[in-house]
């Protein structure tokens, strides 16, 4: 399997994706200091800004962003070798199909994790060094807050990669669509801000949880159809 | 000879539509087969399903002995393939598109890949990617990419499509090399009968996705036959004629005006000089030799199978 990940990684254009994944750090490394300082200053019913502790929640939801980094992925790994007819030449060798696509899904998730993780990193010490300079979180953070801050940036790394599986068997495998893929993860990227419109009273971190669920869903229906609808 | 490919009752539906329709086809070791039908017979499919690129609906695939199925796909290792068209990750160079493919297989022997571009003559390439190839490159590169692994069974789909005059015979002699120096099994297809004609050993007519019949070239020669045939508005003296003063039995008349005469012992000038003697108008007489052409045209439109 490690084999399989690391030839997906040999088949990507290299430079496009990381040039893709550059731009997303640079944007989310300055986005927390944007919103406490320039979006949310005046806004009287939230106060990300009153402790670490409370930014942290704000930096999670921002880290959202890499969904969308998922739909691209989805469209480099699955789609586009769909469409230049490279996935056939997959097919053609001695490995299962479902063996295949795992290689994929672990591929992307790796990806995604990763990128996440560093992007966590990269805006908790922009958003510190910022905050030395201009004031924009009350406090300093405690090693309590470094410690949540290291745990969370793991879990919910995890979490928005298995959310971003969300339209992989529907638009990725079975539709083979991009436009859709992308919308649907803006859609997910979003969901959080909707849900209070949509009525739903689900807490943020349970939310997180029923996506990264239907994310699982998505795995396994690609894994398991991938005979009855990857056909080339 | 052991059989390389054996297939069952081999079917492909697509939405309720019939692709191809239990096929058996047989393929032994060491032979070139063609697999020979109009646009549209089946001919991909069936080496999509052989390639394990589609699954069959229906039927099962012997490789090599071994059944060929989505959870056991090993008989693919002594398989290389090219069908439709070579198809290759474009931004990579062509030595990166052969080093991922034969880290796929297993295989690895980077003076193996030198070699079989040399041998295609497409040295000194390494550098550029495969998206600024010419057609005639990439389907070279495709041949590669099929033999580098030394594959037992090489699977050709419309070998020839898309290459100039000298493509095409270089196609056609690199896999007569391989077929007899390396022994190596070809399964090819085309819908052009003197294509196959010049490189297979035995033929698979496919007709409305099923497999019609299966020859030996050698036994279609045997077959052939030829004939004179003469168009005269006088058919009945004609024949008269041509059985009583030039005793020949074996005649067909084809049309009202149209006569072919089986038995070639005469002549052709024979045959005018008597009939104008007797003062039958000859519009048109030619000597024809029945080509494989008649004989699959024959087979298409429902003829018997030769056994």
């Given at each position: 399997?490690?084999?399989?990940?690391?030839?997906?990684?040999?088949?990507?254009?290299?430079?496009?994706?990381?040039?893709?994944?550059?731009?997303?750090?640079?944007?989310?490394?300055?986005?927390?200091?944007?919103?406490?300082?320039?979006?949310?200053?005046?806004?009287?019913?939230?106060?990300?800004?009153?402790?670490?502790?409370?930014?942290?929640?704000?930096?999670?939801?921002?880290?959202?962003?890499?969904?969308?980094?998922?739909?691209?992925?989805?469209?480099?790994?699955?789609?586009?070798?769909?469409?230049?007819?490279?996935?056939?030449?997959?097919?053609?060798?001695?490995?299962?199909?479902?063996?295949?696509?795992?290689?994929?899904?672990?591929?992307?998730?790796?990806?995604?994790?990763?990128?996440?993780?560093?992007?966590?990193?990269?805006?908790?010490?922009?958003?510190?060094?910022?905050?030395?300079?201009?004031?924009?979180?009350?406090?300093?953070?405690?090693?309590?807050?470094?410690?949540?801050?290291?745990?969370?940036?793991?879990?919910?790394?995890?979490?928005?990669?298995?959310?971003?599986f969300v339209p992989l068997f529907l638009f990725g495998i079975w539709k083979r669509a991009v436009i859709p893929t992308v919308i649907c993860s803006v859609f997910l990227m979003q969901f959080p801000n909707f849900a209070g419109m949509l009525h739903i009273t689900l807490s943020v971190d349970l939310l997180y949880g029923v996506l990264g669920l239907i994310g699982l869903v998505s795995v396994y229906l690609s894994v398991a159809k991938v005979n009855q609808v990857g056909d080339i | 000879m052991k059989d390389v490919?054996?297939?069952?009752?081999?079917?492909?539906?697509?939405?309720?539509?019939?692709?191809?329709?239990?096929?058996?086809?047989?393929?032994?070791?060491?032979?070139?087969?063609?697999?020979?039908?109009?646009?549209?017979?089946?001919?991909?499919?069936?080496?999509?399903?052989?390639?394990?690129?589609?699954?069959?609906?229906?039927?099962?695939?012997?490789?090599?002995?071994?059944?060929?199925?989505?959870?056991?796909?090993?008989?693919?290792?002594?398989?290389?393939?090219?069908?439709?068209?070579?198809?290759?990750?474009?931004?990579?160079?062509?030595?990166?598109?052969?080093?991922?493919?034969?880290?796929?297989?297993?295989?690895?022997?980077?003076?193996?890949?030198?070699?079989?571009?040399?041998?295609?003559?497409?040295?000194?390439?390494?550098?550029?990617?495969?998206?600024?190839?010419?057609?005639?490159?990439?389907?070279?590169?495709?041949?590669?990419?099929?033999?580098?692994?030394?594959?037992?069974?090489?699977?050709?789909?419309?070998?020839?499509?898309?290459?100039?005059?000298?493509?095409?015979?270089?196609?056609?002699?690199?896999?007569?090399?391989?077929?007899?120096?390396?022994?190596?099994?070809?399964?090819?297809?085309?819908?052009?009968?003197?294509?196959?004609?010049?490189?297979?050993?035995?033929?698979?007519?496919?007709?409305?996705?099923?497999?019609?019949?299966?020859?030996?070239?050698?036994?279609?020669?045997?077959?052939?036959?030829?004939?004179?045939?003469?168009?005269?508005?006088?058919?009945?003296?004609?024949?008269?004629?041509?059985?009583?003063?030039?005793?020949?039995?074996?005649?067909?008349?084809?049309?009202?005006?149209?006569?072919?005469?089986?038995?070639?012992?005469?002549?052709?000038?024979?045959?005018?000089?008597?009939?104008?003697?007797?003062?039958?108008?000859?519009?048109?007489?030619?000597?024809?030799?029945?080509?494989?052409?008649?004989?699959?045209?024959?087979?298409?439109?429902?003829?018997?199978?030769?056994?």
């Open positions: 399997m490690t084999k399989l990940i690391e030839l997906e990684w040999r088949k990507l254009e290299q430079k496009k994706v990381i040039g893709e994944v550059i731009i997303y750090w640079v944007i989310l490394m300055f986005l927390p200091v944007f919103f406490l300082r320039v979006v949310m200053a005046d806004l009287a019913f939230t106060d990300f800004a009153e402790s670490y502790s409370s930014a942290m929640e704000l930096m999670i939801a921002i880290q959202m962003g890499f969904v969308l980094f998922g739909a691209s992925m989805i469209n480099h790994v699955f789609i586009e070798e769909y469409k230049n007819k490279t996935m056939s030449l997959s097919f053609g060798y001695p490995i299962s199909r479902k063996k295949l696509v795992m290689a994929k899904v672990w591929f992307i998730f790796l990806a995604i994790f990763l990128s996440t993780l560093v992007s966590f990193i990269l805006s908790g010490i922009t958003t510190y060094v910022f905050d030395q300079f201009i004031d924009v979180i009350h406090g300093q953070p405690t090693l309590a807050d470094i410690i949540a801050f290291t745990a969370r940036s793991i879990v919910h790394s995890a979490v928005v990669a298995v959310i971003s | 490919i054996r297939t069952h009752e081999l079917t492909k539906t697509v939405r309720g539509k019939t692709i191809t329709s239990n096929v058996n086809l047989t393929v032994k070791k060491g032979e070139t087969y063609g697999l020979l039908g109009p646009n549209g017979a089946g001919k991909t499919t069936i080496m999509k399903m052989l390639t394990g690129l589609i699954i069959p609906t229906s039927g099962e695939i012997m490789l090599f002995g071994k059944k060929l199925t989505e959870s056991a796909k090993d008989g693919l290792k002594r398989v290389g393939s090219i069908i439709e068209y070579p198809v290759f990750f474009e931004h990579l160079t062509a030595m990166e598109n052969l080093r991922i493919h034969c880290e796929y297989l297993g295989f690895y022997d980077g003076k193996a890949i030198t070699q079989a571009l040399d041998m295609v003559n497409l040295q000194g390439i390494d550098d550029k990617k495969v998206k600024d190839f010419s057609l005639g490159m990439k389907q070279r590169l495709g041949i590669v990419r099929a033999m580098i692994t030394k594959p037992e069974l090489i699977v050709l789909d419309e070998p020839t499509n898309g290459l100039d005059p000298i493509g095409i015979k270089d196609m056609r002699e690199l896999i007569r090399m391989l077929n007899k120096e390396y022994g190596i099994t070809f399964l090819l297809s085309s819908h052009i009968l003197g294509e196959i004609e010049q490189m297979a050993d035995r033929i698979g007519m496919i007709q409305h996705g099923k497999l019609v019949n299966e020859v030996a070239l050698a036994d279609i020669q045997k077959l052939r036959t030829d004939y004179i045939e003469l168009v005269t508005s006088n058919v009945q003296k004609t024949v008269y004629l041509l059985e009583h003063k030039l005793q020949i039995s074996n005649i067909k008349i084809v049309k009202d005006t149209r006569i072919r005469i089986y038995d070639t012992a005469r002549s052709t000038s024979d045959i005018s000089k008597t009939l104008i003697s007797d003062d039958i108008e000859i519009e048109e007489i030619q000597k024809h030799t029945s080509t494989l052409e008649d004989y699959f045209y024959h087979q298409i439109q429902g003829g018997d199978k030769i056994d």
